[in-house]
């Protein structure tokens, strides 16, 4: 069984270990080859695991002889399960991939690796190298003589077989510049089930894929050394980096499976193990925006318009200011503000993105609680060209209306006026004249059909009436935000059984992430789609979520991402148990307080 099937196996494994798990370490060092010349290049491998607990450090080897030449880091697995009253069974994964240049003839000794997790330690083997040849200084790195004439680039290493190549659009962006990655297969022979092993790994990057669901790229053809390759895309991202400084876009691996011609339904051919490819890291230097930098700002071209709903209004009412914008850079950070004035009032706004991601909609309801002529001002945000490393002013126009009007104040209490009835009912003068010593005192009887107490009696049951079908009405017209939140969860899960039912994993896995995603808007506050790993976890710290609960759901989605693109989740068992999983934290997104 190919390490395709490998998530689906482990989670599998955790939830039949006892509760009471044991913690348990292991830590690996492995090398391509333990034979060359100065000059030449060494891939080394330091995988390290921790099951039952969480890995509290990774103590790396010196590399005493060799200079670095390319590295990358991946954390295949991290998992948590949660049942009953019964602890957490956690395994955790990192693997970090080396391309070793040697600097001098020798023997050298690699290792051990350290790791430490739950409170224990574990040391990994030592591997032996041999280096022969003389001592060289600032050799090139011995992969670019294997990589193929053509295609130009870094990010391969040839394979008369397969191999796969890691396209950088730009290997120098500035801080917050999008740059685009395509990792794409070259294989010679046709093959069978192609599945993505180990995904891009890029620390230091905000990534956005761009391969549409449900669509595959076309496959092309392209001869290199004399030899015909079927070229597959394997994975197109959106890179932007979030620091300056050297970051490393991490090499993928696929497994090809064995070929299933028509020999095979004679018991010729389709046999033997699948093939394994892997990549080669491509480093990418970020740079730093010129000082001093204004804030907000987007990398590329960028529009910014702005109207009103109105420009007259009594005081008192409120006005909603829209501002639209638009451009090629990354919106989806982009905050814009209203300069504050005294008379008015400025809620926050509204955000809205595009579906295309071009374009962020800001709505804000202004109240004018005194009269006059304002202008609303302040839209406004910058602009970098990458080419002239020159910063541009984007202004929206200023916004003009008019509140008319005083502010509304108490209607004061005019004083009664004596009835003519009463006027006649008024003595002229007080008199004693006829006082008695006995009285019979008739008071003015009125029907009770006349008075105020019997109408609103009479009324009272039809008017309810009318207003609870009025208001139920109302309720099934508008739901309230927390009714379409649910009712537009359960259209995803309802996706999800219908992709579960097709054979279609992309689209399942891409359902059950957007229905947690939905699930989350309410108690943040804000549209989570947006936001990176370690932000969504402040956040739903701040929601007052649980720690290991938090863990969990970031672990589901790295899940379904990973699950997404990779056969491991194909499967009708696999499907099944991600759908609870996430109908579980989906319960418990829903008990977190609002963020505040």
């Not at 090398?31 to 491998?45: A, F, I, K, N, Y």
């Not at 004439?149 to 397969?162: K, S």
């Not at 970020?286 to 005081?315: C, F, H, K, M, N």
Request: hydrophobic share 40%; net charge neutral.
């Amino acid at each position: 069984m190919t390490r395709v099937c490998f998530i689906g196996c482990f989670a599998a494994s955790l939830l039949a270990t006892p509760a009471v798990a044991q913690v348990q370490l292991s830590a690996t060092l492995q090398v391509d080859r333990t034979q060359l010349q100065t000059g030449e290049v060494v891939r080394l491998v330091a995988r390290g695991q921790v099951d039952g607990a969480s890995m509290d450090d990774f103590q790396l080897p010196d590399f005493d002889g060799f200079v670095v030449r390319s590295r990358s880091v991946q954390r295949p697995v991290q998992i948590q399960f949660g049942y009953g009253n019964q602890r957490m069974v956690q395994s955790s994964t990192t693997v970090h991939t080396y391309l070793l240049e040697a600097q001098r003839p020798g023997s050298f000794t690699l290792g051990p690796l350290t790791i430490k997790g739950g409170g224990q330690e574990a040391q990994s083997n030592t591997v032996q190298v041999q280096v022969g040849g003389a001592a060289v200084v600032g050799a090139a790195p011995a992969v670019a003589a294997s990589a193929p004439a053509d295609p130009d680039g870094d990010g391969y290493e040839y394979n008369d077989r397969a191999f796969l190549r890691t396209v950088v659009s730009d290997t120098e962006p500035y801080v917050g510049q999008k740059t685009e990655v395509q990792v794409l297969l070259y294989i010679a022979e046709r093959g069978g089930d192609i599945s993505l092993v180990q995904d891009v790994e890029a620390e230091g990057f905000w990534i956005e894929d761009l391969h549409t669901p449900g669509s595959r790229p076309p496959v092309r053809r392209q001869r290199i050394r004399g030899r015909s390759f079927q070229v597959h895309e394997i994975r197109r991202l959106a890179l932007y980096p979030l620091r300056a400084g050297e970051l490393t876009v991490g090499a993928a691996q696929v497994s090809i499976g064995p070929s299933r011609g028509l020999a095979s339904l004679f018991g010729g051919g389709g046999g033997g193990p699948a093939f394994q490819p892997a990549g080669v890291p491509v480093t990418v230097t970020s740079r730093a925006l010129p000082e001093p930098a204004p804030s907000p700002v987007i990398i590329g071209e960028g529009t910014l318009t702005a109207s009103l709903d109105r420009t007259q209004v009594r005081t008192g009412d409120a006005i909603t200011v829209s501002a639209v914008a638009a451009g090629s850079g990354r919106l989806s950070e982009l905050r814009l503000t209203l300069t504050a004035q005294t008379g008015l009032r400025i809620l926050e706004p509204q955000v809205t993105d595009g579906p295309d991601g071009r374009s962020r909609t800001f709505e804000w309801i202004v109240v004018a609680e005194a009269p006059g002529t304002y202008e609303l001002e302040g839209l406004r945000f910058h602009t970098f060209d990458p080419v002239s490393a020159r910063y541009t002013a984007v202004n929206a126009p200023a916004l003009r209306f008019e509140a008319a009007g005083n502010a509304q104040t108490p209607t004061p209490v005019q004083p009664s006026t004596p009835s003519p009835s009463a006027e006649r009912e008024r003595p002229a003068e007080l008199s004693l004249e006829g006082l008695r010593g006995s009285s019979e005192l008739r008071r003015e009887h009125r029907a009770l059909s006349s008075t105020l107490p019997f109408w609103g009696g009479a009324a009272a049951p039809p008017l309810l009436f009318l207003l609870l079908v009025f208001g139920r009405r109302l309720r099934e017209r508008e739901p309230s935000a927390a009714a379409q939140s649910r009712s537009q969860r359960k259209q995803r899960l309802q996706a999800a059984l219908s992709a579960k039912q097709a054979g279609d994993a992309r689209t399942f896995y891409a359902a059950l992430d957007a229905a947690l995603l939905e699930a989350l808007d309410a108690p943040l506050g804000e549209r989570s789609a947006g936001m990176t790993k370690n932000e969504l976890r402040d956040a739903l710290k701040a929601c007052a979520m649980a720690d290991a609960d938090v863990d969990a759901l970031l672990a589901e989605r790295e899940a379904n991402d990973f699950a997404r693109f990779s056969s491991a989740g194909a499967g009708a068992n696999e499907m099944d148990a991600a759908l609870e999983r996430t109908r579980a934290l989906l319960s418990k997104v829903d008990k977190l307080e609002a963020r505040p």
